[in-house]
């Protein structure tokens, strides 16, 4: 780590910040002896006195480099002309110092680790060297080299549970949160292809890490120049975890490929050659990436696709399909859980729609997906085309299933569909049945003849009520949820009115959480309410056309669609997201770029801004 993360990190930092060339020695002393102050939870006085020298020295550094009139282009330069008091410009420098050289290093051992101990990971990099992109992502979920943010509590609260006075001090565990079961599916495994892997390892909003960018560039780069150079790199030997508040790696040995050799006691020329050929490489990126240009050359992995047949198809009910899907070539499918969806496309003449379905079959099925699909009255096309004219045989495709309805822990469980809402209810149903759990499950719809799978829902009695509105009129929401014990957690999908209806019940029984799944999935708010207008986007590099509706960002939509673009602040804040732009106008609606940039047009940050056009063309 030492030998080349490191080394990688402080000539990077050196070459962005407009600081002396120094030993490495000094540098790390200044940077261990900043981390002993920050991480100082028990005042010991000896790492307090560390921290004080340490902060002295860079003081004393920073006042020099000032007075010589700090190289042009650089952070510090920057801070200068910003007209920040000293006290700020040196603050800032010790954040830039110990932000810049410990995470990326450990950012860099974390991913370096995945590939090299996880096969399935290694073999899908070998691949295609730009999902080099996803294995940075997923380490910083993964491995979360900060692992805690402090806050302040501005206005008294209630976070799970636990009343916050105002002006308490709140640790919050990023760590934590990258790994939370609730959100996260297998939470403790490494998988490259994670959609809407919206980790918070740079926290997250006005807050978040200003190194993003440059930190996830540099990471990627000299991934990129190793694992060429070094195609056969193995383990030299098991490698070593430490630390929960800044997480790394402190040892990574590795046999590079050569007779033995290994790193950095072996082949150290190679080693070296290699150190140079990435920090030469890293260099360059990171000075466009202080620019806030290097997002942009970045290429992206888009998740892989898999063609589907029909495998069966029929009508139960008027305005249903239920279709049976399977691998083109017979292979085994992803996993899924209850609750998840897939995005399917769907060509039809020269149209393609793409459309989220629930899953509704056995996750056990590994080699069948079944969804069930309800002809909506105002579809562009894609439900009536598979509700009509889809046949057995037909080919479909689709990206990995994501799940953003999880079944999370609870003491019990209220499940609430209405209509074809049934659908992600029903394997969660499968999995409570199995399970124990104290559950029921509430199934509304008009009348018998217009409920999909009522045979298969019944088969759950006493748990279940079947509820026909045709008869017995609205059930009464509020009653119900009095009705359930403390800490239920309710699960509902169904039509919108009724979804609202349960979200007013549920403000009168605070006790109960309420997780509701919308036949649209719940739009992401775009940043300014304005003359919102749907926009189509091409996607250049990836050649493939994703709609951006009113009501969605461009980075929701492109991540709806399996690409991977770095976010962190997802506010316009932080850069991160900085995408080129190839043709059409942007509607800039960030606060980064100047006004310049934003009259050039070339670039656009994809988390707020959109088209003015209703076409735009990325560099994707
Ligand atoms: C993998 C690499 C990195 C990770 C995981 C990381 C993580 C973080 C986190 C969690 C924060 C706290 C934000 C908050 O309080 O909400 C932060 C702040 C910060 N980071 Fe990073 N960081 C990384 C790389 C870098 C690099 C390369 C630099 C500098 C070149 C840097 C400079 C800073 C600075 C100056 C702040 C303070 C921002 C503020 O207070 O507004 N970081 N970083
Ligand atoms: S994610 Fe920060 S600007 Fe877009």
Redesign the pocket.
């Known amino acids: 780590m030492n030998g080349f993360a490191q080394s990688l990190a402080i000539r990077t ?1 050196l070459h ?2 407009g600081l002396p060339d120094m030993p490495a020695a000094v540098f790390t002393w200044w940077v261990e002896g900043i981390a002993a102050g920050a991480a100082n939870y028990e005042r010991d006085p000896g790492k307090q006195r560390q921290a004080d020298e340490a902060g002295a020295a860079v003081d004393d550094m920073v006042r020099h480099r000032l007075r010589r009139g700090p190289e042009p282009g650089t952070l510090l330069a920057g801070l200068a002309a910003s007209g920040a008091t000293f006290d700020e410009i040196a603050a ?1 420098t010790k ?2 110092l110990i ?2 050289m410990q ?2 290093r ?2 860099f051992g974390h991913a370096l680790t995945a590939y090299l101990a996880n096969q399935a990971v290694r073999r899908e990099i070998d691949r295609d060297k730009s999902a080099i992109v996803r294995l940075v992502e997923e380490a ?1 979920r993964f491995g979360s ?2 692992g805690t ?2 806050r302040r509590v501005t206005a008294p609260a209630i976070v799970s549970g636990v009343p916050l006075d105002e002006g308490a001090i709140v640790l919050a565990v ?1 760590a934590s949160a990258n790994r939370d079961p609730r959100h996260w599916e297998s939470p403790d495994e490494f998988h490259l292809w994670r959609e809407h892997n919206q980790h918070l ?5 006005v ?6 960018t ?2 996830r560039t ?2 990627r780069i000299a991934l990129e120049e190793l694992l060429t150079a070094y195609p056969s790199m193995r383990l030299a030997e098991e490698p070593v975890v430490r630390g929960w508040e800044f997480r790394g790696p402190t040892s990574l040995k590795v046999d590079l490929g050569g007779a033995g050799a290994t790193t950095p006691a072996g082949d150290v020329a190679a080693a070296r050659a290699a150190v140079q050929a990435a920090t030469r490489a890293t260099a360059q990126a990171a000075a466009r990436a202080a620019a806030q240009t290097a997002a942009r050359t970045a290429a992206r992995a888009a998740a892989p696709v898999i063609t589907l047949q029909v495998a069966d198809l029929h009508r139960p009910v008027g305005d249903v399909a239920v279709i049976t899907l399977r691998h083109e070539r017979g292979d085994q499918l992803p996993p899924w859980t209850p609750g998840a969806h897939v995005d399917l496309t769907i060509a039809r003449s020269d149209q393609r729609f793409r459309r989220s379905y629930s899953l509704c079959g056995d996750p056990a099925d590994r080699y069948s997906w079944r969804v069930a699909v309800r002809r909506t009255p105002d579809s562009r096309g894609g439900s009536a085309f598979l509700v009509d004219a889809l046949e057995v045989g037909d080919v479909l495709e689709a990206v990995l299933p994501r799940n953003t309805f999880r079944l999370a822990p609870a003491p019990a469980y209220l499940l609430v569909a209405g209509g074809i809402g049934i659908t992600p209810l029903l394997p969660m149903a499968r999995s409570l049945a199995g399970s124990g759990a104290r559950w029921r499950l509430l199934y509304v719809g008009r009348d018998r003849d217009a409920m999909t799978f009522l045979d298969e829902v019944e088969a759950f009695a006493p748990a279940v009520e079947v509820w026909t509105t045709a008869d017995r009129g609205r059930p009464d929401l509020t009653a119900i949820l009095r009705s359930v014990p403390d800490g239920t957690q309710v699960y509902a999908c169904g039509p919108e009115g009724m979804l609202h209806d349960l979200a007013t019940a549920a403000t009168d029984k605070p006790a109960v959480t309420l997780r509701v799944e919308r036949f649209a999935p719940p739009a992401e708010p775009v940043a300014a309410v304005g003359n919102e207008r749907e926009c189509r986007v091409w996607l250049a590099r990836t050649r493939k056309e994703i709609l951006v509706p009113k009501d969605r960002t461009v980075l929701h939509a492109l991540e709806g669609a399996g690409i991977i673009v770095p976010s962190t602040c997802r506010e316009g804040v932080c850069g991160s997201c900085e995408t080129r732009v190839l043709a059409g106008a942007v509607d800039h609606r960030d606060h980064l770029l100047t006004d310049d940039e934003k009259k050039r047009g070339d670039v656009m940050l994809v988390c707020v801004s959109r088209g003015r056009d209703e076409n735009l063309a990325l560099d994707l």
Not at 201 to 205: D, I, K, L, P
Not at 207 to 212: K, L, N
């Open positions: 930092l962005v910040t800032t954040l830039l932000g810049g995470e990326p450990d950012l910083l080299p900060v943010v402090t990023l390892a740079f926290s997250a909003g807050h978040s890490c200003v190194g993003a440059l930190a540099q990471v």
